[in-house]
T-cell receptor, first 113, second 115 residues
Framework: GNSVTQMEGPVTLSEEAFLTINCTYT??????LFWYVQYPGEGLQLLLK?????DKGSNKGFEATYRKETTSFHLEKGSVQVSDSAVYFC????????????FGRGTSLIVHP | DTGVSQDPRHKITKRGQNVTFRCDPI?????LYWYRQTLGQGPEFLTY????????KSRLLSDRFSAERPKGSFSTLEIQRTEQGDSAMYLC?????????????FGDGTRLSIL
């Protein structure tokens, strides 16, 4: 079956530091890949997506590149802010299958001033 | 702009009681998903609908769980004879179209606490 593996958290950074959150996946077909963000007490919000190999998704300074050869979709941001503190989820959604989405367990990011 | 709405936001009930949650998706969205999320975990897929048809329900956690979307608009998730292990956040999401590249829009969830 499909699976998504994210790096363990929490990731603790100082403001303006560089962020990487690793995500790798296994899938039988050709999935679309997503990053979602969840702030305390809220539902998940789409952060960015990529639908095919070598696509780069970007939004609000975050970016991730769909790497088929390494089955990865790592999230990066050049300079984090305190307001980026949240839980980040990597997810895949496979076309042509049963359309069951698969989410990672989430990585908590804490940014200190 | 109305996003996905879930009601209630919080539900506290005694073990053995039945509970029902409601989800109102974004109006033009034809797909609707239910998930369970426990602390420190990602959303766990339960079931989904395309319009009024429930296309996947094998992941519902037990026969105590059921979902409906009678007119292809709002949906309800019912848990019968609740158990303490049912305590979790229940999330609803909706999306437009059939493609795998369509993102899901999530509600803020219903937090269920079983006493």
């Amino acid at each position: 079956g499909n699976s998504v593996t994210q790096m363990e958290g929490p990731v603790t950074l100082s403001e303006e530091a560089f962020l990487t959150i690793n995500c790798t996946y296994t899938a039988t077909g050709y999935p679309s890949l997503f990053w979602y963000v969840q702030y305390p007490g809220e539902g998940l919000q789409l952060l960015l997506k990529a639908t095919k190999a070598d696509d780069k998704g970007s939004n609000k300074g975050f970016e991730a590149t769909y790497r088929k050869e390494t089955t990865s979709f790592h999230l990066e941001k050049g300079s984090v802010q305190v307001s980026d503190s949240a839980v980040y989820f990597c997810a895949l959604f496979e076309a042509g299958g049963s359309y069951i989405p698969t989410f990672g367990r989430g990585t908590s990011l804490i940014v200190h001033p | 702009d109305t996003g996905v709405s879930q009601d209630p936001r919080h539900k506290i009930t005694k073990r053995g009681q039945n509970v029902t949650f409601r989800c109102d998706p974004i109006s033009e969205h034809n797909r609707l998903y239910w998930y369970r999320q426990t602390l420190g975990q990602g959303p766990e897929f339960l079931t989904y609908f395309q319009n009024e048809a429930q296309l996947e329900k094998s992941r519902l956690l037990s026969d105590r769980f059921s979902a409906e979307r009678p007119k292809g608009s709002f949906s309800t998730l019912e848990i019968q004879r609740t158990e303490q292990g049912d305590s979790a956040m229940y999330l609803c999401a909706s999306s437009l179209g059939q493609g795998s590249n369509q993102p899901q829009h999530f509600g803020d969830g219903t937090r269920l606490s079983i006493l």
